[in-house]
């Protein structure tokens, strides 16, 4: 594959408007050989690399291409099967080249959760963001709306929970209007638990809020979300009884605004979202329903641990995980660690070079999957029965079994327990064929 066809079938849209592929690296990049300075991305794809000839300086993260796509597909036909929409969650990724395979599978649109996540979204073409946060710093909106003003193709929504809020994004509105901009800012009101994050704590909030925007000409209350992910990260009944008691708070809040002629149709059916990557087989159980009302909806789910999946928590706790589940969605471990055995150091303890820098360890260390020498054609064994036990900032601490045998120098690899603290750490990912073979280059933009 030359650099130029390489490029042409990822249809390469980089954030900062140009194809990074063919720039010069000017320095060392993390996880590539220091000899691949004064290259570019595509020269290197053009020499048909693969992760063991050098071009590669472990640790390394890299993605795997049939994985990726057979987690992109699986959870668009999920969907498609349940009825709903994707908003896929950017923050996970912050990958413009995935967001492509995401819209290309029928995502309805990119979901982000800062300002900042918004324009590398718009200044990678993404056609359709959802802030599913609260929208409060005044120049950033004056920039959405001018946006807003300049491209009828480009669509926005974001959250309020508060008047305050309204007030804010309806003044920014006013003077947008009085300078051209025909469309009005779509919002959603957010729902939240008392104790948790942003969100209207209770039904009154949420009226209040929802009749502070619809009084305002220049905004358009489009639909009611929330985030049930953080209520717990258990499957116990405790936790799954408050998951749905919460996503029912939704649900009576759509169906209330929706009743007092508060909620616009954007078109489509208002809209009713929640679900991370944990309990989004709930969300689409109670909220991809027509509202109390019978107004049709459009329940928009907004996962994002998906697209890599893992081979840790959201192995576990993955709705297509559990006991049980429908065999016909399963997720795949798309992401792998590699890195190097540094030492030996005593019996049945190995030092590997992968640290805190490098891998998640938030919910769940490392798992060991293979280990082979650094040779470019070697054999590779299966390291399924080594465990992790600690890590350093530098340094993956590894149980070896009785008899397993390393040498100094050997590439090891580990599946990583959650996504999006992985891909913050990496700000270039091969993504690699089944054979090693590297397909493509994956850009992060944190």
Same mark, same amino acid.
């Given at each position: ?16 408007? @140009? ?13 590539? !050989?220091?000899?691949?300075?004064? !290259? ?85 073409? &993404? ?13 950033? &909106? ?8 300049? #491209? ?10 508060? &008047? ?5 994004? $309806? ?13 009005? +800012? ?17 039904? #009154? ?19 009611? $979300? ?15 009884? *408050? ?33 991370? !990557? ?24 907004? !996962?994002?641990?998906? @697209? ?17 589940? #429908? ?21 049945? +303890? ?12 938030? +919910?769940?260390?490392? @798992? ?14 299966? $390291? *399924?029965?080594?465990?992790?036990? $600690? ?36 700000? &270039? ?12 280059? @994956?850009?992060?933009?944190?």
């Amino acid at each position: 594959m030359t650099a130029s066809t390489a490029a042409d079938a990822a249809n390469p849209a980089s954030a900062d408007g @140009v194809d990074v592929l063919e720039r010069p690296l000017d320095r060392p990049v993390k996880g590539l !050989s220091p000899l691949a300075a004064g !290259s570019s991305l595509g020269d290197l794809l053009g020499r048909q690399p693969t992760l063991f000839d050098g071009t590669f300086a472990p640790p390394i993260m890299t993605l795997r291409r049939s994985a990726l796509e057979h987690n992109v597909e699986t959870m668009a036909r999920y969907c498609r099967d349940h009825g709903v929409d994707l908003a896929p969650h950017g923050k996970t990724t912050m990958a413009p080249r995935i967001f492509e395979r995401q819209l290309a599978a029928g995502a309805w649109a990119i979901t982000v959760a800062t300002p900042g996540q918004v324009a590398i979204c718009r200044s990678a073409g &993404v056609p359709r963001v959802l802030l599913a946060n609260e929208f409060v710093d005044r120049p950033f &909106v004056d920039w959405i709306l001018a946006e807003l003003a300049a #491209d009828p193709g480009f669509d926005f929504l974001c959250y309020v929970d508060s &008047v305050a809020g309204v007030r804010l994004l $309806a003044a920014a509105v006013s003077e947008a209007r009085s300078r051209g901009l025909a469309r009005p +800012l779509d919002v959603l009101v957010e729902m939240g638990v008392p104790g948790g994050r942003t969100g209207c704590r209770n039904l #009154d909030q949420a009226v209040a809020v929802a009749s502070a925007a619809r009084a305002e000409a220049g905004l358009r209350v489009v639909g009611v $979300a929330g985030f049930e992910g953080y209520i717990g990260h258990e499957l116990t009944r405790s936790v799954l009884e *408050s998951v749905d008691a919460f996503l029912e708070t939704i649900y009576a809040a759509a169906s209330e605004l929706a009743a007092q002629g508060l909620l616009a149709d954007p078109g489509g059916g208002i809209i009713v979202s929640a679900g991370g !990557s944990v309990f989004f087989d709930r969300v689409v159980a109670t909220l991809a329903r027509p509202l109390a009302g019978g107004q049709p909806t459009r329940c928009l789910l907004r !996962s994002g641990c998906y @697209v890599s999946h893992d081979s840790g928590f959201y192995e576990r706790m993955s709705p297509f995980s559990r006991p049980g589940a #429908d065999p016909g969605y399963r997720l795949v471990a798309a992401l792998e660690a590699w890195g190097q055995v540094l030492s030996v150091p005593e019996p049945g +303890l190995a030092i590997v070079g992968l640290g805190r820098r490098d891998v998640p360890f938030d +919910l769940g260390l490392p @798992v060991p999957r293979s280990v082979r020498p650094p040779q470019p054609v070697a054999v590779v064994r299966d $390291a *399924s029965t080594c465990a992790s036990t $600690a890590i350093n900032d530098q340094h993956l601490y590894v149980s070896l079994p009785e008899g397993f045998g390393l040498d100094v120098g050997d590439w090891m690899s580990f599946g990583i327990s959650h996504p999006c603290t992985a891909f913050d750490k990496w700000p &270039v990912i091969p993504e690699l064929d089944d054979d090693y073979r590297v397909m493509d280059f @994956v850009l992060t933009y944190f």
